[in-house]
Protein backbone atom coordinates (compact mmCIF):
# COMPACT_ATOMS: atom_id res chain seq x y z
CA UNK A 1 0.00 0.00 0.00
CA UNK A 2 1.41 3.66 -1.10
CA UNK A 3 2.08 5.87 1.74
CA UNK A 4 2.98 9.53 2.42
CA UNK A 5 3.47 10.99 5.98
CA UNK A 6 4.24 14.32 6.11
CA UNK A 7 6.19 15.54 9.30
CA UNK A 8 7.70 18.67 10.53
CA UNK A 9 4.84 21.44 10.06
CA UNK A 10 4.00 24.17 13.30
CA UNK A 11 4.32 27.45 14.09
CA UNK A 12 6.81 29.76 13.00
CA UNK A 13 7.66 33.47 12.81
CA UNK A 14 7.85 35.43 9.61
CA UNK A 15 11.20 35.61 8.34
CA UNK A 16 11.98 32.52 10.21
CA UNK A 17 12.42 28.33 8.46
CA UNK A 18 11.07 25.11 9.00
CA UNK A 19 11.43 21.90 6.68
CA UNK A 20 8.84 19.47 5.59
CA UNK A 21 10.14 15.67 5.47
CA UNK A 22 7.82 13.54 3.86
CA UNK A 23 8.39 9.86 4.33
CA UNK A 24 7.18 6.82 1.54
CA UNK A 25 6.45 3.51 1.77
CA UNK A 26 4.70 1.17 -0.43
CA UNK A 27 6.39 1.83 -3.59
CA UNK A 28 9.76 2.59 -5.18
CA UNK A 29 10.36 5.87 -4.56
CA UNK A 30 13.60 6.32 -6.43
CA UNK A 31 11.21 5.84 -9.58
CA UNK A 32 8.71 8.32 -9.31
CA UNK A 33 8.97 12.42 -9.65
CA UNK A 34 7.54 13.83 -6.17
CA UNK A 35 5.70 17.29 -5.67
CA UNK A 36 4.68 19.44 -3.24
CA UNK A 37 1.15 21.12 -3.34
CA UNK A 38 -0.14 23.52 -0.90
CA UNK A 39 -3.65 24.76 0.80
CA UNK A 40 -4.29 27.68 2.60
CA UNK A 41 -7.03 27.68 5.02
CA UNK A 42 -10.05 27.27 3.43
CA UNK A 43 -8.93 28.23 0.05
CA UNK A 44 -8.03 26.22 -3.23
CA UNK A 45 -5.14 23.94 -3.82
CA UNK A 46 -1.74 25.30 -5.36
CA UNK A 47 1.18 23.87 -6.76
CA UNK A 48 4.40 24.59 -4.90
CA UNK A 49 7.50 22.10 -6.25
CA UNK A 50 8.57 19.13 -7.68
CA UNK A 51 11.55 17.10 -8.45
CA UNK A 52 12.61 14.09 -10.67
CA UNK A 53 13.38 10.48 -9.78
CA UNK A 54 17.60 11.42 -9.44
CA UNK A 55 17.19 14.41 -7.74
CA UNK A 56 18.33 16.51 -10.41
CA UNK A 57 15.23 18.74 -11.88
CA UNK A 58 13.48 20.56 -9.31
CA UNK A 59 10.76 23.12 -10.38
CA UNK A 60 9.11 25.59 -8.63
CA UNK A 61 6.00 28.22 -8.34
CA UNK A 62 7.31 31.59 -8.64
CA UNK A 63 6.34 32.66 -5.11
CA UNK A 64 8.58 30.19 -3.61
CA UNK A 65 11.62 30.30 -5.70
CA UNK A 66 14.72 31.85 -3.88
CA UNK A 67 13.13 31.02 -0.66
CA UNK A 68 12.23 26.84 -1.13
CA UNK A 69 13.96 23.77 -1.99
CA UNK A 70 12.73 20.72 -2.97
CA UNK A 71 15.39 17.36 -2.21
CA UNK A 72 15.19 13.81 -1.74
CA UNK A 73 17.16 11.06 -0.25
CA UNK A 74 16.15 7.90 -1.88
CA UNK A 75 17.90 5.81 -0.23
CA UNK A 76 15.59 6.72 3.09
CA UNK A 77 12.75 6.83 0.91
CA UNK A 78 12.19 10.63 2.10
CA UNK A 79 11.13 13.98 0.29
CA UNK A 80 12.45 17.47 2.04
CA UNK A 81 11.00 21.21 1.29
CA UNK A 82 13.40 23.48 2.99
CA UNK A 83 11.71 26.55 3.39
CA UNK A 84 13.12 30.19 4.49
CA UNK A 85 12.43 33.54 4.83
CA UNK A 86 8.70 32.51 5.70
CA UNK A 87 5.68 34.53 4.89
CA UNK A 88 2.02 34.73 6.32
CA UNK A 89 0.99 33.53 2.61
CA UNK A 90 2.84 30.63 3.27
CA UNK A 91 0.60 29.57 6.34
CA UNK A 92 -1.25 26.65 4.48
CA UNK A 93 -0.98 22.55 4.62
CA UNK A 94 1.53 20.98 2.57
CA UNK A 95 0.82 18.01 0.82
CA UNK A 96 3.20 15.68 -0.23
CA UNK A 97 1.96 13.54 -3.47
CA UNK A 98 3.35 11.37 -6.07
CA UNK A 99 3.42 12.02 -9.77
CA UNK A 100 1.75 8.60 -11.12
CA UNK A 101 3.03 6.45 -14.69
CA UNK A 102 0.00 9.22 -16.25
CA UNK A 103 1.64 12.27 -15.02
CA UNK A 104 -0.98 13.03 -12.55
CA UNK A 105 -1.06 13.12 -8.55
CA UNK A 106 -2.35 9.67 -8.29
CA UNK A 107 -1.12 9.52 -4.39
CA UNK A 108 -1.43 12.23 -1.31
CA UNK A 109 -0.23 12.58 1.79
CA UNK A 110 -2.79 13.29 4.78
CA UNK A 111 -0.95 17.15 5.13
CA UNK A 112 1.22 19.27 7.89
CA UNK A 113 0.13 22.32 8.88
CA UNK A 114 2.68 25.50 8.57
CA UNK A 115 1.58 28.56 10.18
CA UNK A 116 3.47 31.57 9.79
CA UNK A 117 2.63 34.34 12.34
CA UNK A 118 4.32 36.53 14.67
CA UNK B 1 2.00 30.01 -16.65
CA UNK B 2 -1.73 28.14 -18.02
CA UNK B 3 -4.34 29.40 -16.08
CA UNK B 4 -7.10 26.84 -15.56
CA UNK B 5 -10.96 28.36 -15.06
CA UNK B 6 -13.36 26.51 -13.27
CA UNK B 7 -17.12 27.59 -13.68
CA UNK B 8 -19.15 27.12 -11.72
CA UNK B 9 -18.03 27.90 -8.07
CA UNK B 10 -20.36 26.14 -6.49
CA UNK B 11 -23.61 24.09 -7.41
CA UNK B 12 -26.76 22.37 -5.59
CA UNK B 13 -27.85 19.16 -7.22
CA UNK B 14 -30.54 17.03 -6.04
CA UNK B 15 -29.84 13.68 -5.05
CA UNK B 16 -29.55 11.42 -8.69
CA UNK B 17 -29.54 14.15 -11.08
CA UNK B 18 -26.24 14.92 -12.91
CA UNK B 19 -24.02 17.40 -12.12
CA UNK B 20 -21.89 19.49 -14.57
CA UNK B 21 -18.40 21.01 -13.85
CA UNK B 22 -16.34 23.19 -16.48
CA UNK B 23 -12.64 24.26 -16.66
CA UNK B 24 -10.80 26.15 -19.15
CA UNK B 25 -7.13 26.84 -20.20
CA UNK B 26 -5.63 29.74 -21.27
CA UNK B 27 -3.64 27.71 -23.51
CA UNK B 28 -4.13 24.11 -25.26
CA UNK B 29 -2.90 21.06 -22.83
CA UNK B 30 -3.21 18.91 -25.92
CA UNK B 31 0.11 17.42 -26.91
CA UNK B 32 0.06 16.80 -30.54
CA UNK B 33 2.77 13.74 -30.54
CA UNK B 34 0.31 11.70 -28.53
CA UNK B 35 -3.01 13.27 -28.79
CA UNK B 36 -3.52 13.42 -25.00
CA UNK B 37 -5.10 16.17 -23.05
CA UNK B 38 -2.76 16.74 -20.10
CA UNK B 39 -5.40 17.54 -17.48
CA UNK B 40 -6.61 15.67 -14.73
CA UNK B 41 -10.24 16.16 -11.87
CA UNK B 42 -9.10 15.68 -8.32
CA UNK B 43 -12.37 15.08 -5.50
CA UNK B 44 -11.91 16.75 -2.18
CA UNK B 45 -14.36 15.67 0.58
CA UNK B 46 -13.93 17.77 3.62
CA UNK B 47 -11.14 17.33 6.44
CA UNK B 48 -9.20 14.52 3.62
CA UNK B 49 -6.44 14.84 1.42
CA UNK B 50 -7.47 15.16 -2.65
CA UNK B 51 -8.46 12.13 -4.88
CA UNK B 52 -7.15 11.84 -8.36
CA UNK B 53 -10.36 10.95 -10.10
CA UNK B 54 -9.73 11.17 -13.80
CA UNK B 55 -6.67 12.04 -16.04
CA UNK B 56 -5.97 12.30 -19.52
CA UNK B 57 -9.75 14.20 -19.27
CA UNK B 58 -11.17 11.31 -19.54
CA UNK B 59 -9.71 8.11 -18.00
CA UNK B 60 -10.97 7.36 -14.68
CA UNK B 61 -8.55 6.11 -12.19
CA UNK B 62 -8.72 2.77 -11.13
CA UNK B 63 -11.56 2.18 -8.02
CA UNK B 64 -13.67 5.24 -9.33
CA UNK B 65 -17.40 4.62 -9.90
CA UNK B 66 -18.33 5.16 -13.18
CA UNK B 67 -21.16 7.68 -12.95
CA UNK B 68 -17.97 10.06 -13.22
CA UNK B 69 -16.85 11.12 -16.49
CA UNK B 70 -14.49 13.24 -18.01
CA UNK B 71 -14.87 15.22 -21.30
CA UNK B 72 -12.95 17.74 -23.60
CA UNK B 73 -10.35 18.12 -25.42
CA UNK B 74 -7.60 22.05 -25.93
CA UNK B 75 -8.35 24.14 -24.23
CA UNK B 76 -12.45 23.22 -22.70
CA UNK B 77 -13.38 20.53 -20.78
CA UNK B 78 -16.03 19.07 -18.27
CA UNK B 79 -16.44 16.63 -15.61
CA UNK B 80 -19.86 15.06 -15.13
CA UNK B 81 -21.48 13.39 -12.67
CA UNK B 82 -24.49 11.58 -14.03
CA UNK B 83 -26.10 10.47 -10.89
CA UNK B 84 -25.38 12.99 -7.71
CA UNK B 85 -25.09 10.39 -4.82
CA UNK B 86 -24.93 11.51 -1.28
CA UNK B 87 -20.96 10.91 -0.85
CA UNK B 88 -20.17 13.15 -3.98
CA UNK B 89 -20.46 16.01 -1.80
CA UNK B 90 -16.58 17.45 -2.41
CA UNK B 91 -14.71 20.47 -3.66
CA UNK B 92 -14.00 19.31 -7.49
CA UNK B 93 -10.36 20.27 -9.00
CA UNK B 94 -9.12 19.96 -12.42
CA UNK B 95 -5.15 20.85 -12.71
CA UNK B 96 -2.99 20.94 -16.24
CA UNK B 97 0.58 19.06 -16.27
CA UNK B 98 0.86 19.47 -19.42
CA UNK B 99 3.69 22.29 -18.43
CA UNK B 100 5.49 23.42 -15.00
CA UNK B 101 3.91 25.16 -13.08
CA UNK B 102 1.55 22.66 -12.55
CA UNK B 103 -1.76 24.70 -12.43
CA UNK B 104 -4.86 23.90 -10.53
CA UNK B 105 -8.54 25.44 -10.90
CA UNK B 106 -9.95 27.38 -8.15
CA UNK B 107 -12.50 24.31 -7.57
CA UNK B 108 -16.25 23.85 -7.52
CA UNK B 109 -17.92 22.81 -4.20
CA UNK B 110 -21.01 19.94 -5.21
CA UNK B 111 -23.89 20.22 -2.86
CA UNK B 112 -27.02 18.30 -2.94
CA UNK B 113 -30.14 20.41 -3.13
Known amino acids: EVQLVESGGGLVQPGGSLRLSCAASGFTFSAYWMHWVRQAPGKGLVWVSR????????NYTDSVKGRFTISRDNAKNMLYLQMNSLRAEDTALYYC???????????WGQGNLVTVSP | DIVMTQSPDSLAVSLGERATINCKSS????????????LAWYQQKPGQPPKLLIY???TRESGVPDRFSGSGSGTDFTLAISTLQPEDVAVYYC?????????FGGGTKVEIK
Open chain 1, 97 to 107: TREGGEHSLDY
Open chain 2, 56 to 58: WAS
Open chain 2, 27 to 38: QSVLYSSNNKNY
Open chain 2, 95 to 103: QQYYRTPRT
Open chain 1, 51 to 58: IDPDGTVR
